[in-house]
């Protein structure tokens, strides 16, 4: 496993050096055909114990993506109903729905000269930015029981990633609500200006980000953390810690 993921790394370095991208990803495909999530994990691994950025692993991702896309079903299968990766891919599923929402609003909204034009495509806006807000208990049951025990494992690339973009990410959301709660003591024009910066920046992201998640980082975890008592020991971390008031199951 270990010359496949040095021959792994060095295609994911020279892709990130600006090499041709299709040449490298021809190669790079080649060789994820018979890895696993684990091994691409510690190839990112591999690269940041080497000195690369966290920020620039991120480039990486679109690889494992082209490569990974279709083996969710398999993984939602193996779990049980109440696993704890059961229920952070079906609260990505509702959050992917939050975020179509938000898509369309925006472009109704860029539509609008002002805000007595639809109050209720506003109100819309509100309580939408306000349900993907209110995401948080995802992403701390994430950050604060799932990553850690990958990182203790020492699969800790995927992780930085994972927590950089969680706080990229959390910016914009927090800003959205607030430019909802404010479309009456700006010029309208910049409301809208605003709204769509900040809504197209949540919806490309956070699609990405739950991407990545779904095919890379859970399928990791699934694999590296064999321990079924541990797994039960997190769920009980995880309903400490609550839910959101869209997830699922609990």
Not at 144 to 157: A, H, Q, S
Not at 177 to 187: F, H, Q, R
Request: aromatic residues 6%.
């Amino acid at each position: 496993m270990e010359n496949r993921v040095d021959k792994l790394a060095d295609v994911l370095r020279r892709l990130n050096n600006s090499e041709d991208p299709e040449t490298v990803k021809g190669e790079a495909k080649e060789l994820i055909e018979d890895l696993t999530a684990e091994e691409l994990s510690l190839a990112e691994q591999k690269l940041v114990d080497e000195g690369m950025k966290a920020e620039e692993l991120r480039g990486l991702c679109s690889v494992h993506m082209e490569m990974l896309e279709g083996q969710l079903n398999g993984l939602k299968e193996s779990l049980s109903d109440d696993h704890v990766l059961q229920t952070l891919i079906l609260e990505h599923d509702e959050i992917l729905k939050l975020l179509d929402k938000l898509e369309l609003l925006n472009i109704k909204i860029q539509k609008m000269s002002s805000p007595q034009e639809d109050r209720a495509l506003l109100s819309d806006l509100k309580e939408t930015a306000e349900g993907i807000l209110s995401a948080e208990k995802h992403h701390k049951r994430e950050e604060d029981v799932l990553f850690p025990e990958l990182e203790k494992l020492g699969i800790t690339g995927p992780t930085r990633i994972m927590r950089l973009e969680h706080d990229e990410i959390r910016l914009r959301k927090r800003s959205l609500v607030e430019l909802a709660n404010n479309v009456d003591y700006i010029d309208f024009a910049d409301f809208k200006d605003r709204a769509k910066e900040l809504s197209s920046y949540i919806v490309f992201n956070m699609r990405d980000h739950i991407f990545k998640e779904n095919y890379i980082l859970y399928p990791t975890a699934y694999e590296a953390i064999e321990d079924d008592k541990l797994w039960a020991d997190m769920k009980n971390r995880c309903d400490e810690i609550g839910y959101c008031p869209f997830t699922p199951l609990k």
